[in-house]
């Protein structure tokens, strides 16, 4: 492990800490930026299609065939630079969106405290903690107060763990070992408390580091990921069985050896989705983009997917369905009377904590202050958790110690044995607590949020806890609201509409719960709470949850059980949440999405970052997504089913032909237009009826209409041989130019008709995608009568061709658009 010396009170120089960021690099744990520009460049050039290229083009020049060569070595530089530079560009953007979420450390630089990356954390720093950090760095505590940190990540220990600072648990120099109560580690995060620390080590040095990056280097497949695997290795197989047989049938039919090797070269190159890796990643980046100018910031591409395939959401309601904007209201004793010391004891009690300030807490501090706050001294303090549902500090004031607690209603009360009844204190019989239950019942009702307080005088001297919330005096309660979102019910609707189920996850009461749910639109239905989940089997609770939309009364673990349920059940499950005790629900989810205001280790746990609140952005966002998706699967289902086509149409040629149906150098020109003419699929317009419903990678459907519409394809290829043969008496010269034109101009047409599910004459394509069309079809048309036309082995088509052209692609179109239709009716029944 690192060590650290002690640190100057100014914290590091910018020089120093320039230097140390040179010396100890940046700290992640694994890289977050994509390969630099030269690398990427090496990386497109040396992919295996591209070094198969250039060994053709070796082989072509070696043998003296140097137009080949010439045309191979253009193709591989266009193709080439396309691929880089719109890699480039998506590694940019995301980039770019990933450095508006990034999560930051408060660092001491030159004396100053300010928020830098925590990328930029070098050993030496000077690091202030406060509740909701995600810890940046190992690190020495130098001072602490009440300081709880969750250490899950590295210990698996469920409870927080207090650090302090302790004269004998080590010298400054001494390695940081996990169990020093002044050490704190990268990875882990603030539960409550203060501190201040001097980092020890960073990035790939922490104690977190060797576990994560092994954890980061066997991340598991996204759906998207395995099933975009899948289908390659299967197009990589059948490309490879035909290529073979091509061969082989070729030689033994007795055609030029070398001819017949490179055209099995360029066969394999032109048949294979080469492009596939790039148009992903440059629809996905685009959608990001897209994305981001409806606020809602994507941390990894794969997340746009997921989001699209979204079908359960669960959430909270604060600031999603409720504006956030907490008010305290009212004040009362139990008897229902407005008290003034109720305010009192809760404003001291949210002064004086050092855990994440919720919004309770702030509407309390935002409240004005009440007369006798000052003259009390902090201490001790007993952090909230959700076992206890309460939170308690011992302050040091004009009549003594008194710890005052503040919490649910139900625990507090559990912990009380008197109550305040105007000057007097009277004992908390069960009539009496029934009657405060009641009281607080119909508050719920209402809709307003209560919390209880109470507290005791205690015992000057030692260290509190949980055991000392005992025989309190029930104070009083605070109630409080949070009005509805205005656009709250209509947002639920439009989610509903397209797919989206919302799930109301509170840890409020059940009256409460219900309460905001008939005024969203998620009422009707029952309301299950964290009691009635306790007794559940997982089983049992997902069945309750297909039917249940609010919860109430829940902890974190069983937020997190409820959306485990949900997933296991087979639903992609969406957990919206912002709170430290949220992050490991927004981990397990497959869609885990935070808030630009959350702490920070929630945002950690996110995949989607919301720059403003509500469910409207996320009902925009899942519409992003599943735009961008529908994209990618257009590019799958055209490239696919056209190279099966044309897959089935070399072999069907090279048996019975006694020339290669095309030459090398055309297959590879077919291959780099046809690539032009799909380029700008990430900028096409979808049909509102693709963005409806969830979308989902379905490897066999494309499976399935690559095998039904590459066999069409190949049909019509047929019939062009067929004319080219016997109507046309074409030579080879001829009948390699007449399906040249066929092939780049059918296949690039075809993109019109499957672009949509729909009719292809009322879904407008994107201009960038007709315009591309149009000139691709127009280039495949005119190329035979250009003077590149000799070198390329084109001769000028009698002008008999064009009609039998346009007739072959009209047939083809129409048989496309007919199988098309049903593929896609049989998909829908399915679903």
Partial sequence: MASVTSPSPEGLTTAEARSRLDEH????????????????????????????????????????????????????GVSSLIQFFHTLRSDQALRHLQDRVAVTATVRRDGVWAERPRRDVVPGDLIRLAAGDFIPADARLVTARDLHVLQAALTGESLPVEKEVRENSGKPGDPLALDRPDAVFFGTSVVSGTGTAVVAATGRATAFGDVAA?????????????????????????????????????????LPAMESLLFALALAVGLTPGLLPMIVNVTLARGAVRMARQDVIVKHLAAIQNLGSMDVLCTDKTGTLT???VSLVRCDTAAGVSADRVLLLAYLNSRHETGFKNP???????????????????????????????????????????????????????????????????PLDAATRDRVLAYVRRQSVEGYRLLAVASRVVTPGGRYSAADEVELTLAGFLAFTDPIREDAADAIRDLAADGVRVVMISGDDEHVARRIADLVGLGGG???????????????????????????????????????????????????????NDAPSIHAADVGISVSTAVD???????????????????????????????????????????????????????????????????????????????????????????RKPRKWDVSAIRTFMLVVGPVSSAFDLVTFAGLVWLFHATATAFQTGWFVESLFTQTLVVLVIRTAGNPFRSRPSPWVL????????????????????????????????????????????????????????VAARA
């Fill in 25 to 76: 690099g940046p700290n992640e744990i694994t890289p977050t930026a994509g390969p630099g520009g030269v690398k990427q460049l090496l990386i497109t050039f040396l992919n295996p299609l591209t070094v198969i290229l250039l060994v053709a083009g070796g082989v072509a020049a070696g043998v003296g065939d140097y137009a080949t060569a010439a045309v191979i070595g253009v193709v591989v």
């Fill in 214 to 254: 092994r954890l980061a280097a066997k991340a598991p497949e996204t759906e998207f990921d395995r099933g975009t695997r899948r289908f390659g290795l299967f197009i990589t197989q059948t490309v490879f069985a035909l290529v073979v047989f091509v061969f082989v049938v070729a030689v033994a039919r007795q």
């Fill in 323 to 325: 504006r956030g904007d």
């Fill in 360 to 426: 309770l807490d702030v509407a309390i501090l935002a409240h004005p202050v009440p007369a006798g706050v000052e003259g009390f001294e902090k201490l001790d303090e007993v952090p909230f958790d959700f076992e206890r549902r309460r939170l308690s500090v011992v302050l040091r004031g004009p009549s003594g110690v008194t710890l005052v607690t503040k919490g649910a209603p139900e625990s507090v009360l559990d912990c009380c044995g008197s109550w305040e009844d105007g000057p007097e204190t009277r």
């Fill in 526 to 580: 029952r309301v299950v709470s964290g009691g009635e989940l306790a007794g559940m089997t997982d089983p049992a609770l997902g069945a309750v949850a297909e039917q249940v939309a609010v919860f109430a009364r829940t902890s974190p673990a069983q937020k997190n059980r409820i959306l485990l349920a949900l997933k296991a059940r087979g639903h992609v499950v969406g957990f919206l949440g912002d709170g430290v």
């Fill in 601 to 691: 280790v929630a945002k950690a746990a996110a995949e989607v970052i919301l720059m403003k609140p509500g469910l409207r952005v996320i009902h925009d966002g899942v519409l992003e997504g599943r735009r961008a998706f529908t994209n990618v699967m257009k590019y799958l289902l055209m490239g696919t089913s056209s190279n099966f086509g044309n897959m089935l149409s070399m072999a069907a040629a090279v048996v019975f032909l006694p020339f290669l149906p095309m030459l090398p150098l055309q297959i590879l020109l077919n291959n780099l237009l046809y690539d032009l003419a799909q380029l700008p699929i990430p900028t096409d317009r979808v049909d509102a009826a693709l963005v």
């Fill in 771 to 826: 315009g591309t069309v149009i000139g691709v079809c127009g280039v495949a048309v005119a190329l035979p009568f250009t003077p590149v036309a000799g070198p390329l082995g084109f001769e000028p088509l009698p002008g008999a061709f064009v009609p039998f052209l346009l007739a072959v692609a009209a047939a083809y179109l129409l048989a496309v658009e007919v199988v098309k239709r049903r593929f896609f009716r049989d």
